[in-house]
């Protein structure tokens, strides 16, 4: 009896969250991923923003790091700070995205600040795990890449199909 209720009130839960007969179900998760793809991606943007607005000063107190020019090296992190953060906020090849992101984290929180206690290196690797997180689990449904998703593959099985 006890299992039949809980049953029922699953049952219940899910036509709240997810409408089962939609074929373009959005459910928490996916609310969830765009909400961490939003403010990991402004947040990291304010960083990028400010280096690349800067870049003639910062290029003269980047340190060079992994055998690259300072110039070269700063361009890469605003690549990946500025751009890989504009395309994840659009949820626009996210998987792609969060690798110059990762990458980037790594080596700030390795390489750059290796020697510092984790105190310093702490936002760069939290920032790391959220990347390596969205590297897992991608966009979520609430982005760019599921509408090119459904524009150039309408006819692929998707998840909610096969289940």
Not at 59 to 82: H, K, V
Request: charged fraction near 15%; hydrophobic fraction near 50%.
């Amino acid at each position: 009896m006890f299992e039949q209720l809980v049953s029922k009130k699953k049952k219940e839960m899910k036509k709240l969250l997810c409408k089962t007969d939609s074929k373009c179900c959005t459910n928490l998760t996916d609310w969830g991923l765009l909400l961490l793809r939003l403010i990991v991606g402004f947040f990291m943007l304010t960083h990028g923003w400010a280096k690349l607005s800067n870049f003639a000063e910062m290029s003269q107190q980047f340190p060079p790091m992994l055998g690259m020019s300072s110039q070269l090296g700063l361009s890469l992190i605003i690549f990946a700070e500025f751009f890989c953060s504009i395309a994840l906020i659009l949820g626009l090849f996210t998987r792609l995205a969060t690798i110059p992101l990762i990458i980037g984290m790594g080596v700030a929180a390795f390489v750059a600040h290796g020697a510092d206690p984790f105190s310093v290196k702490e936002m760069s690797l939290l920032y790391l795990g959220i990347y390596v997180t969205l590297l897992l689990t991608g966009s979520g449904k609430i982005a760019l890449d599921t509408l090119i998703y459904n524009k150039f593959c309408p006819y692929a099985k998707k998840k909610s199909d096969v289940q």
